[in-house]
């Protein structure tokens, strides 16, 4: 406790803050009456005033639906990864399919993070009177959970009026000093922000600090975005962590609750929004377990579907779990053919950054076999074996006929994409390496028969119609070189 002086002073800063005597220092907690006992809540005091505490202690072998609370002590190490995704996704830039694919699939863990343990977490889930984040949007209730000795601690903050709000974030700043590592469901867009701002407008900017935060919406995104009806906390606890609430409060009509309250002043008005609270806060800390033990590979995915399972290979592969990922890419590409092959490419990729070629080059030629007589065929795979085989293996014959292959079928569909202007850049970058193709296996042939060449290349040019006639000496090879060099120029 502060002096006198120091804490009127501080009373001050906040209108109709009620003044604290001073003759006597006042328990912590205190009775309320019946109404607010029958909800557990008693009267909190501190420097900056007093507001309403919920406080209920778990045992760590209580179960939440799948989970038990103490299976995340001493297995929350690989949350740091987390925080290394994100620090990625904040500075990568892009749009489009292929850029949220390949957003899904980097990154490693940075060593410069802090280690992470259960006993640093500080779970959080607000109720506010309004949907927006500005200054006149004002959390009313708190809800935080933490682990403490052999027991899971829920903390729920509530304030009567306005004059009891600086004295509720005073004791949340407390207990981030302590518990430096924020967890929540989308509170790096909602949750923080709120309180970064009521803690400004309430003169104590050390509580609007940034701590490291792991906001569990987003791995949720990267997981389930295209497997489950939402990716809303409630939706993800109901299908993935086998939680079904009965009789529960939404959040949405949490203000009018609130509201309702100020008018008549019933406790019972708010009891729903302070078990929907606490189930939040607890559904965060399973939520926490499980996706540790899916770093750790550790779940069962046999039972996942494909989608389920190719968007847990990616983020695995994200969050620096390559191994895992690997594991999740073999069990995908072990289903069938009907259900693996459009994940295909993808995993190939996957290999490919891996320096894996070897399983790369397989499900590049199973896709140009599957899609062989497609007119829709993606040229991904003939332009990358061609890649391959030009600069891994040095084989310029393979790589000018998987090139060829991917300019006949680029040709194929530039007919059906020139009315809207595209094909034509694509087909261009695949005639300028079919070229340079050619010219590097002239070279080659030229160096290993240490003979000049032939005067016919010598009157090719510099351009690329010259590169395309020159034809080489072997037979069998001239026809279709010819029948090539034709086509193309049909084609111009």
């Not at 640093?120 to 607000?126: I, K, W």
């Not at 052999?150 to 004295?167: G, K, S």
């Not at 391959?388 to 040709?411: M, N, P």
Request: aromatic residues 8%; positive net charge.
């Amino acid at each position: 406790m502060g002096s006198l002086k120091e804490r009127l002073g501080r009373l001050k800063k906040t209108a109709d803050a009620p003044v604290i005597s001073a003759s006597i220092d006042p328990p912590e907690i205190e009775s309320l009456g019946a109404s607010w006992e029958r909800l557990g809540a008693m009267m909190h005091h501190n420097d900056w005033g007093q507001f309403i505490i919920r406080r209920r202690s778990y045992p760590l072998h209580h179960a939440h639906g799948l989970y038990r609370l103490g299976e995340l002590c001493g297995e929350a190490a690989p949350l740091s990864a987390l925080g290394a995704a994100a620090k990625k996704r904040n500075g990568r830039k892009g749009t489009g399919r292929n850029q949220a694919a390949a957003s899904d699939s980097g990154g490693a863990a940075s060593p410069s993070l802090p280690s992470v343990g259960h006993e640093r977490l500080l779970f959080l889930d607000t109720e506010t009177t309004g949907l927006g984040v500005g200054a006149g949007n004002v959390a009313f209730m708190v809800g935080i959970g933490y682990y403490e000795s052999a027991a899971f601690v829920v903390e729920q903050l509530f304030i009567r009026n306005p004059a009891e709000e600086a004295a509720m974030l005073h004791h949340l700043r407390e207990r981030l000093a302590v518990r430096d590592m924020l967890v929540s469901y989308n509170g790096k867009c909602f949750d923080w922000p709120i309180l970064k701002n009521r803690y400004i407008l309430n003169r104590q900017k050390d509580g609007a600090t940034d701590p490291v935060h792991f906001d569990f919406l987003y791995p949720s995104r990267s997981l389930w975005r295209n497997t489950l009806p939402s990716c809303r906390l409630s939706s993800v606890e109901r299908e993935r962590l086998g939680l079904s609430r009965i009789d529960d409060v939404p959040g949405s009509l949490a203000p009018a609750l609130y509201f309702q309250y100020l008018a008549e002043g019933d406790p019972a008005l708010v009891a729903g929004v302070f078990e929907h609270n606490e189930k939040d806060v607890l559904t965060l800390a399973c939520l926490a377990v499980h996706l540790t033990r899916l770093m750790a590979g550790t779940v069962s995915t046999a039972r996942m579907e494909p989608e389920e399972l190719f968007r847990l290979a990616l983020w695995l592969d994200k969050v620096g779990r390559a191994e895992e990922a690997d594991e999740a890419f073999r069990e995908l590409l072990g289903r069938d053919s009907d259900q693996a092959s459009d994940y295909w490419l993808p995993a190939a990729d996957f290999y490919k950054r891996q320096g894996r070629f070897e399983p790369a080059v397989s499900l590049w030629e199973r896709t140009i076999e599957r899609k062989r007589r497609s007119r829709i065929a993606p040229l991904t795979p003939y332009v990358e074996l061609a890649m391959f085989y030009e600069h891994q293996q040095k084989d310029y014959d393979r790589a000018l006929e998987y090139a060829e292959q991917a300019f006949e079928k680029a040709r194929g569909r530039l007919t059906a994409v020139r009315k809207e202007g595209g094909g034509a850049e694509e087909i261009e970058a695949i005639r300028k390496r079919v070229d340079r193709l050619m010219t590097k296996r002239d070279t080659a042939l030229q160096r290993r028969n240490a003979r000049p060449k032939p005067d016919s290349a010598k009157r090719g040019g510099k351009g690329n119609s010259g590169v395309w006639q020159q034809m080489l000496p072997i037979a069998g090879d001239e026809r279709r070189y010819r029948e090539l060099t034709e086509r193309r120029t049909e084609s111009i």
